[in-house]
Every structure is written in structure tokens, then in C-alpha cells.
């Protein structure tokens, strides 16, 4: 897609900073994706604060040697963002009490990304050749994702007699080099003897499954299709249904008629595939294919949606107390969900809304929706794009993936490659 443009588009860095500068991203992209929760240590030090750290450095220096350019936008947000911070992670917590302002550090810390993925976005903005790298990256670590969880769930739900074992075996996956965590990562078999095979990362397969529905790609597309399903998680399915949804959408009114038609295809073969299959491999009266629709049909009525229901009301009294600025990040409501972080909520937004009041939320609204509309006029060349933006921050509301480095690392990379798109389809009206 890239190259089309490639006589057009030019890189302000064509020397050896770009090499590392594209090598250091790619990493960083990879070990996001692959490492899920994030606690792979080397030598004793942690691989992903080690990276978070080590690239925003880098692109400081490539700003200061004049590789890439900082305009008044990447100023404004920055701003923004120290201003956020300061103000809901230091300023408010420290006011109500040391241990609040324990927790908001450990809850707010990973809004510290955003400063490297301004100077990333600056970055790739004057280099945009050097960006085809790491979507590749992108999309093969994910590819790697989703392979990795149908394996998983085909040896904890086919092969295997005690799925525990694979379970315990695929932890020691993610505490590389570290055994003194416990990842949130759910390999189990759940209540109703469905084999669920979820983590973090699965929160991006939405995003790979559109951006091969984009692209025609069917392969890809029966293959994020399958890891979704086997997430088991219902956020995901319903919010990747938006997504594809949206794209439809964008792609009637362009006229891109024969995509709308690949990408309800694609559900029918998810349907075939992913679903029959299954059933036919396990040869049960009690099939995958029903226990799939009675998640679905339970999504408002069972144990977990009574729990989310039950945040509503000590969220909103908790807000009500501090309407304006909120209690800051660290804050907690009446009910937690959590001993090791109780400020942690499903309702993201509405815990947003107890943490940062009216103000902070009208800042990361305005925020979003400005990044938004610059890709509005553009059509269905950026219709995957927004999709993914809006099946992520819709599959956020009921689930507390927003906060945390890999929530923010999709958000900064899906507004890059909004923003490369909008450039390249410019430059093609012109």
C-alpha cells in the first residue's frame, strides 16, 4: 500500500538512526504482542519498562537532532497529557492521602507511554516509508497471537484429559525470566466446560481480524476469527461484530460493495469453521456451538453481568462526591473487584468518570474524537481504521482494558496508521 505512494513520500531520516530507530519499534511492537501481560524480566530487569523507557528516550533524540519534527499539535498534547498527569495522578491523590497516591502512581503509570507515542506519531510522520516495518511487525506478532491460542485450546479442549497441565504449562510462557508474578491470564475451563483460552493481547484480534477483512484476506481472517472464539469472551465477539458492522457501513457509501460481501462471508465461514468444526471434533451432545450461543444469550443475565450491574451505583455515589475533577487516579468506590488492585473496575468509563470528573473525561473525549474526525472525509480507505478504534473503546466499556500498556499502545498505533492513511489518500485526491 505504501509503495504506490513512494515517489511522493519522502523520510526525513534516511540514515543509520532509522535502522535503529525502525528495529527499536518493531521490538517494542513484538514483545507487546507476544509477551502479553508484560512480565518477561532479562538479567533481572523487566523487558517492557526497559522498552517503554529506552524508546521514548530514543525519540527525544531524534527530535533533537532534527530526525523528525515536533508541531504545535504534538506540543498541545503533550501539554495535555502532563497536565493529566500532574494534576489526576499527583496533585489530587496527594491531597487525599499518601496511600492514595501509592495506587494512583501504580493505576497511572502507563499514561507515561503517551509521551512516547507523541514523539513516535512525530516520528513516523516525517518518515513515513520507514512505517511499513512495523506494521508488518504488527500484524505478524498477532498472527503469532492468535496461532499460539488456537493451539493452546485445541490441546486444553481436544487432546489433553487434565487441561490444568496445559494451563500451568502456557503460565510459564509468560513469567520468562520471572516466576515471582502471577499473570492474569485466563486458560481455563470455565463453569460450563468450555476450555477458554484469553489474555491481554487477545483484546487486539478484533483489530487483525478487520484489517484482514480491509485487505481480503481470507486466511487471516478465518484465523483471528478462530482465536476470537476461543477468547470466549463476549466483549470481544460483540465488539468485533461492530466493527465489522462500521466497515460495511463506510464501504456502502463508498460503493465498495463486492468488501461488504467478503466480509460477510467471512462470518459465515467463521460460523463453518470455527464453530462446526469444533463440535464435529468433539463429538458431544453438549457442543461448542450451543454453550457459545448461551454465552451470548446470557451476555445481560449471568454471574458477570450481575457483578458489572452491582458497580453502577457506588461508581456514580463515589463520582457525585467530587463531580468536577473526580478523586483522582488510586480512587476506589464502595465496591472492589480486586485485592491487588482494587481501583480497578470493569466500567471503565464510568470509573474514568469517578477518577477524573466531568473535566478529566471531556479532555480524553475531545482528545479522541479530534484524532477521529481528521479521518472522516476519507471514506473507506480509513474504514478499518476507525473500526478498530471503535470496536476497542466500545469492548473497554465493560472490561478494564483501556488503562494499561498494551490498551495504550493499540490506541497510539491505530491513530499513527490513521493518520499515514489520511496522508496517502491527500496525497492520491491530488
Not at 70 to 88: D, K, P, Y
Request: proline share 3%.
Amino acid at each position: 500500500m505504501m509503495t504506490s505512494f513512494a515517489p511522493l513520500l519522502r523520510d526525513r531520516d534516511a540514515g543509520w538512526t532509522r535502522t535503529i530507530t525502525t528495529w527499536l519499534v518493531m521490538l517494542f511492537v513484538a514483545e507487546m504482542l507476544l509477551a502479553g501481560p508484560g512480565y518477561w524480566h532479562v538479567a533481572g530487569f523487566p523487558v517492557r519498562r526497559t522498552l517503554v523507557a529506552a524508546l521514548t528516550l530514543w525519540m527525544v533524540l531524534m527530535c533533537a537532532l532534527g530526525h523528525a519534527q515536533l508541531r504545535s499539535g504534538h506540543i498541545v498534547l503533550i501539554a495535555i497529557i502532563a497536565f493529566v498527569m500532574t494534576l489526576w495522578i499527583v496533585l489530587i491523590p496527594a491531597i487525599r492521602s499518601a496511600q492514595s497516591l501509592g495506587d494512583a502512581v501504580q493505576e497511572g503509570f502507563p499514561l507515561a507511554l503517551l509521551f512516547g507515542g507523541v514523539l513516535t506519531h512525530a516520528y513516523y510522520r516525517d518518515n513515513p516509508l520507514a512505517w511499513a516495518r512495523v506494521r508488518h511487525t504488527a500484524g505478524l506478532s498477532l498472527g503469532v497471537v492468535a496461532i499460539l491460542a488456537i493451539i493452546v485450546w485445541v490441546f486444553g479442549a481436544l487432546i489433553v484429559d487434565d487441561p490444568v497441565l496445559v494451563a500451568l504449562g502456557f503460565l510459564n510462557y509468560f513469567t520468562l525470566g520471572n516466576e515471582n508474578f502471577e499473570p492474569s491470564v485466563y486458560v481455563q475451563q470455565m463453569p460450563d466446560g468450555f476450555f477458554r483460552v484469553m489474555w491481554i493481547t487477545s483484546t487486539v484480534l478484533p483489530v487483525g481480524l478487520l484489517y484482514s477483512l480491509a485487505r481480503r484476506q481470507v486466511g487471516a481472517s478465518l484465523l483471528f476469527s478462530a482465536a476470537l472464539f476461543v477468547s470466549y469472551t463476549r466483549a470481544l465477539w460483540l465488539c468485533a461484530a461492530i466493527g465489522i458492522l462500521w466497515m460495511v457501513l463506510r464501504y456502502l457509501a463508498a460503493g465498495f460493495r463486492f468488501r461488504v460481501n467478503f466480509a460477510l462471508v467471512s462470518v459465515l465461514l467463521l460460523a463453518l469453521v470455527a464453530v462446526a468444526g469444533a463440535d464435529l471434533a468433539r463429538g458431544s451432545e453438549d457442543s461448542v456451538l450451543s454453550r457459545a450461543a448461551n454465552r451470548l444469550v446470557t451476555t445481560f443475565t449471568d454471574e458477570s453481568a450481575s457483578d458489572r450491574v452491582d458497580q453502577v451505583a457506588p461508581l456514580i455515589d463515589t463520582w457525585l462526591s467530587a463531580p468536577v475533577l473526580g478523586l483522582g487516579m488510586g480512587s476506589t468506590a464502595a465496591i472492589s473487584r480486586s485485592d491487588v488492585a482494587p481501583y480497578l473496575y470493569e466500567l471503565t468509563y464510568l470509573a474514568l468518570l469517578m477518577k477524573m470528573g466531568v473535566v478529566g473525561v471531556f479532555l480524553l473525549t475531545a482528545i479522541i474524537a479530534a484524532l477521529m474526525v481528521r479521518g472522516a472525509a476519507h471514506g473507506a480507505r480509513v474504514a478499518h481504521i476507525e473500526a478498530s478504534v471503535v470496536a476497542f473503546l466500545l469492548a473497554c466499556s465493560t472490561n478494564p482494558y483501556l488503562l494499561n500498556l498494551v490498551g495504550l499502545s493499540l490506541l497510539v498505533f491505530l491513530f499513527i496508521e490513521l493518520d499515514l492513511a489520511v496522508r496517502r489518500s491527500e496525497i492520491s485526491a491530488n
